[in-house]
């Protein structure tokens, strides 16, 4: 289980610190919330089409 976790340690600490940035912004404001969540499905959207190629 250590093997697979370690193998994608950077992608879980990618997606851990879009979602703690993600929840930032929902604490400053609902729209700043929203438009957060749409950027980070972006870049997301936008990284794994990088892998996949």
Do not use: H, P
Request: glycine share 8%.
């Amino acid at each position: 289980m250590l093997k697979f976790i370690w193998r994608y340690i950077d992608v879980l600490c990618f997606l851990a610190a879009a979602l703690f940035i993600v929840w930032g912004f929902f604490r400053l404001s609902i729209t700043a919330g929203i438009f957060a969540v749409g950027i980070a499905l972006i870049v997301v959207g936008l990284i794994t089409e990088m892998i996949a190629s």
